[in-house]
């Protein structure tokens, strides 16, 4: 059964500490996704890449937070401080995009439960 | 540009009732129409889509959504409702017009079934 792996689940760290959050997509899929969600803001689109290639991260904070794909079956979501107000629930997803106008699905991690105190 | 509009924040029914979930969306073109589910401490799953074809459209646990372009709305929907149903639902819309294939997600709408 394919899915979305995320690490850690959880996580509780102290402002001023990095945080790198991993998701590995689901095998096959060429573009993902990073998500945040809190109760306020919902969920926010941070970044997402195609062919490991960032295609869009207007959505990220860009003086802490960075996004990569070293390879096709690792992202990383870094934040470097972190900060109290950066506790959320972040969300990998992933899907197959192959043509333009591609109706293909995509399936989200279980999420990673950042606390920062 | 693409939105999409969730009017309401809670919807409550009664154990075996209908229920309905509303969406409304904007799209410059075509759209592809989602719903998602989301448990208490869980990430969203896939509960159905709209690509093209029948206006409605079948999806797990017994949801169905009707697509309406003449509305710009696609409500989900399950003629029986259970309690197990209880969760955060949203709805996203992708134009069919982009190959960035990003989704733009509503606020969500948190359905409590009570017994």
């Known amino acids: ?117 | 540009a693409q939105s999409v509009a969730q009017p309401e924040d809670q919807v409550n029914v009664a154990e075996g009732n209908p229920l309905t979930v509303k969406c409304t969306y904007s799209v410059s073109g075509n759209p592809y129409l989602f719903w998602y589910v989301q448990y208490p401490n869980r990430g969203l799953q896939f509960l159905l889509k709209y690509i093209t074809g029948d206006n409605l459209v079948k999806g797990s646990y017994g949801f169905e959504a009707e697509f309406n372009k003449s509305q710009t709305s696609f409500h989900l929907k399950k003629p029986s409702a259970l309690v197990s149903d209880s969760a955060l639902y949203f709805c996203a819309v992708r134009d069919i017009a982009t190959n960035a294939g990003k989704s733009t997600f509503g606020d969500g709408t948190t359905l409590t079934v009570k017994p």
């Open chain 1, 1 to 117: 059964d394919a899915r979305v792996t995320q690490t850690p689940r959880h996580k509780v760290t102290e402002m001023g500490q990095e945080v790198t959050m991993r998701c590995q997509p689901i095998l096959g899929h060429n573009t993902v996704f990073w998500y945040r969600q809190t109760m306020m803001q919902g969920l926010e689109l941070l970044a997402y890449f195609r062919n490991r290639a960032p295609l869009d991260d207007s959505g990220m904070p860009k003086d802490r937070f960075s996004a990569e794909m070293p390879d096709a079956t690792l992202a990383t979501l870094k934040i470097q401080p972190s900060e109290p107000r950066d506790s959320a629930v972040y969300f990998c997803a992933s899907g197959l995009v192959l043509i333009w106008g591609s109706g293909n699905t995509i399936y989200f991690g279980e999420g990673s439960w950042l606390t920062v105190v």
